[in-house]
C-alpha cells in the first residue's frame, strides 16, 4: 500500500480507503463487516469513512466497536454530518455541528475524528456559521481536520474566502472512469488551495468490477439485487454502459490487470486525489481493491481506455 498527503494537512492517508455507505450497519453482516476491517488493517488501509446518518448512526457505532481494540493512531478516521437524523435534526447549523459531532464520536468511541466533513453544502445556514462551527469543533479537539463532500466551486471558494477560520483539506467528490464531472473545476480550484480529493463511487457502484453483463441478470447477492444498496445503480447499469464496460474489460487484460485494478489505478493516476473510497461486503474484496495501490497506467492504456468508453463517460 502506498501513501499519500491529504491536502495542507499532516495526514498521510492510504491510496485505498475503506467506507461504509450502504454496507456496514446496514446491507452487510456483522461478521462480514469485521472481516473487511480487518483485512483493511492486513494490507495497509489506515483511511477509514463513514458518515452520521449510514445506517442512522449504525456504521458509526459498528465501527466504534469494531475499532474499539486498536490504537487510536493507527487508523485515521473521518465521518460526516449534514443529512436528516430526525425530522427536526439535519443540515450545518451550529446546534448541528456541536451535536452531531459529539453524537458521532460518542458511537465510534473515540475523542476525536481525524476528519470532520460536511456532507452536502446547507443553503439554508449562513456559510459563515457553518465555517465558525467547524472552527469550534477543531480547536476543542473533537476534529484534527475539516471536509466536505459535493460542494460547488462557487461554494468552495465562499468558504475559502472567510477569515479566521480553519480550513478544508478535504473534498469527496463521486469520481471514476464513467463519472469525470470534477475534473473540470473542482480539482484545479482544490488542486491550488492545498485541498486533496477523496473520492467516492470509483468503481461506480460495482459496475467497473465487471460484474454486470449486457446479456445476463445481476449476480445473486450483488448490489443491484439489493433492495437496501441498489437504489443508486440506474445511470451506470444501461446497456451502453455495460456493453462500454466489455470493452473495457479487454483494455484491463491487455495491460495485465484485473478491471477494478485498471479503475482504480486510472483514479490514483489524478495528483490531487488523495484516496478512493472503496466499499466492500466481502474480506477478499477489500484485499483485491488494495492491489490497485502503487499501478502506473501507460499513455496507451489510457488511451485505450477512453477509447473503449466512447461517450458513454459523463463529464
Not at 452531531?100 to 464520536?105: E, H
Not at 466481502?282 to 489510457?302: C, K
Request: charge should be negative; aromatic fraction near 8%.
Amino acid at each position: 500500500m502506498e501513501y499519500r498527503r491529504l491536502g495542507d494537512s499532516d495526514l498521510n492517508i492510504s491510496e485505498i480507503s475503506l467506507g461504509s455507505w450502504l454496507t456496514y450497519g446496514g446491507g452487510v453482516e456483522r461478521e462480514q463487516a469485521e472481516g473487511c476491517v480487518q483485512k483493511a488493517f492486513e494490507v495497509g488501509i489506515n483511511f477509514i469513512d463513514t458518515a452520521n446518518v449510514y445506517g442512522r448512526g449504525k456504521a458509526e457505532t459498528l465501527l466504534g466497536e469494531v475499532l474499539s481494540g486498536r490504537e487510536r493512531t493507527s487508523y485515521i478516521l473521518a465521518t460526516k454530518l449534514y443529512f436528516p437524523m430526525s425530522n427536526t435534526d439535519r443540515g450545518l447549523s451550529r446546534e448541528q455541528v456541536l451535536k452531531q459531532i459529539d453524537l458521532s464520536l460518542e458511537r465510534l468511541r473515540t475523542d476525536y475524528v481525524d476528519l470532520y466533513q460536511c456532507h452536502r453544502y446547507d443553503d439554508q445556514t449562513p456559510l459563515e456559521e457553518t465555517m465558525e462551527a467547524l472552527t469550534e469543533v477543531v480547536r476543542a479537539g473533537k476534529a484534527r481536520y475539516i471536509g466536505f463532500s459535493e460542494w460547488s466551486a462557487e461554494q468552495i471558494q465562499a468558504a475559502l474566502d472567510l477569515p479566521g477560520v480553519e480550513k478544508f483539506v478535504s473534498s469527496q467528490p463521486q469520481y471514476s472512469l464513467l463519472w469525470r464531472k470534477p475534473e473540470r473545476e473542482i480539482f484545479p480550484l482544490c488542486a491550488r488551495n492545498g485541498i486533496s480529493q477523496i473520492v467516492w463511487s470509483p468503481l461506480a457502484q460495482g459496475v467497473l468490477t465487471g460484474k454486470y453483463r449486457p446479456d445476463d441478470p445481476p449476480p445473486a447477492g450483488s448490489r443491484a439485487t439489493s433492495a437496501a444498496m441498489g437504489g443508486f445503480m440506474d445511470r451506470f447499469t444501461s446497456r451502453p454502459v455495460l456493453e462500454a464496460v466489455e470493452r473495457l474489460r479487454a483494455v484491463a487484460e491487455e495491460a495485465g490487470l484485473t478491471l477494478p485494478q485498471l479503475a482504480l489505478a486510472w483514479v490514483l493516476r489524478e495528483p490531487n486525489v488523495a484516496s478512493a473510497i472503496v466499499g466492500a461486503s466481502r474480506p477478499e474484496q477489500v484485499e483485491a481493491n488494495a492491489s490497485a495501490s502503487g499501478i502506473t497506467l501507460s499513455e496507451d492504456t489510457l488511451r485505450a481506455a477512453d477509447e473503449a468508453l466512447g461517450d458513454v463517460v459523463v463529464r
